[in-house]
């Protein structure tokens, strides 16, 4: 049956991997693309990326942080339920050229749609170095997979209970200038930043002294993820452009942090909300689709 879940890992305490059978998704689906996911019938759309297409399976993968009702609800499912709407591939696919040394920079959940772009960059022949970082070791996703994809992997959490203590800007910047801050210890042709939009910016703010092209991926809110509602819209060199169909890559230099973070906590009070009555209906944490 299509769009059901053949496959569940739990990554970290709040993070899923899901595994569902969507052959015609997986068979057109680039690095960088996403679906929208309706679970049942009164529930929301929401965008989560591809991590994973395999097209011989015919099977897509998702990576969903429970942080709000629709993906604490997600996280409740389980092998066997089917979600009821599956919509993809979606955006932009990503650009993989042979770029020469790229450094894919990952945080938190970010992490789970830097894979297939470095897969395939590396795939492509470019020399991939990646900074992957979490909050602590135990919130720490897919390492394993992105040090495949990697040339060269680099650990950051925020408490240093693994790798590098501090955030993966930092890493970026020591890794680029020699601490004396003289010549450049490493030259990176390209970066690709996914993760919180904070830390995209600060990666930004590295990445534009050293003069090197850096790609954001724009996770803003959606719905109809068609380019019809306007509600992902962002502003990208004094332009708007909807993340959906005009992303969700974009330029970080010409990227509006401080609009995009502004219009991510408009409906705080309400996911809140969301959130409070979902626990009440569900105290066990577990939901069941029927
Ligand atoms: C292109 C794209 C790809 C994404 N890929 C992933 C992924 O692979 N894994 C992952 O865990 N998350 C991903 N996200 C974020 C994910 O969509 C949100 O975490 C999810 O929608 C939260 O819904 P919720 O009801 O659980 O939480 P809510 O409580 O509703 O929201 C929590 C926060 O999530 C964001 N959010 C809420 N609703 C939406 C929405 N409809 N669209 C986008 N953001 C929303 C808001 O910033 C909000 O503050 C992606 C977002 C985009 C735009
Ligand atoms: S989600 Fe509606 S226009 Fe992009």
Redesign the pocket.
């Known amino acids: 049956m299509s769009n059901k879940i053949i496959r569940k890992e739990k990554l970290a305490e709040n993070?899923f991997s899901f595994t569902l059978d969507a052959p015609q998704i997986a068979k057109n689906s680039n690095p960088g693309q996403?679906v929208?996911i309706r679970i049942n019938e009164t529930g929301?759309?929401?965008?989560?990326?591809?991590?994973e297409a395999d097209k011989a399976d015919g099977t897509i993968r998702?990576?969903?942080?429970?942080?709000?009702?629709?993906?604490?609800?997600?996280s409740g499912l389980n092998i066997g339920d089917a979600i009821k709407d599956l919509l993809g591939p979606?955006?932009q696919k990503s650009r993989i050229d042979k770029f020469g040394s790229v450094v894919c920079i990952g945080g938190g959940?970010?992490i789970?749609?830097l894979l297939p772009i470095t897969k395939a960059l590396k795939e492509k022949g470019n020399d991939t170095v990646s900074i992957i970082g979490a909050r602590d070791k135990d919130s720490l996703i897919l390492e394993k997979e992105m040090s495949l994809a990697s040339n060269e992997i680099h650990i950051c959490t925020d408490d240093g209970s693994k790798g590098y203590k501090g955030f993966v800007s930092k890493r970026l910047s020591e890794l680029i200038t020699k601490k004396d801050g003289k010549d450049p210890c490493y030259k990176f042709d390209r970066a690709i930043a996914i993760g919180p939009p904070i830390m995209m910016k600060a990666v930004c703010d590295v990445t534009a002294k050293f003069n090197i092209k850096t790609i954001v991926?724009?996770?803003?809110?959606?719905?109809d993820?068609t380019g019809m509602c306007g509600?992902?819209r962002v502003e990208v060199g004094g332009q708007t452009k909807f993340?959906?169909v005009d992303?969700?890559e974009f330029d970080g230099f010409l990227v509006n942090f401080d609009l995009l973070i502004a219009r991510?906590?408009?409906?705080?009070k309400?996911?809140?909300e969301?959130?409070e009555y979902f626990t009440k209906e569900h105290p066990d944490g577990k939901c069941r689709l029927h």
């Open positions: 993070i996403f929208i929301e759309r929401i965008p989560l990326t591809i991590a998702i990576i969903s942080m429970s942080i709000g009702k629709t993906t604490m609800f997600l979606l955006g959940v970010g789970a749609p991926s724009l996770n803003s809110v959606m719905i993820g509600t992902c993340a959906c992303g969700p991510q906590n408009y409906y705080l309400e996911e809140r969301a959130v």
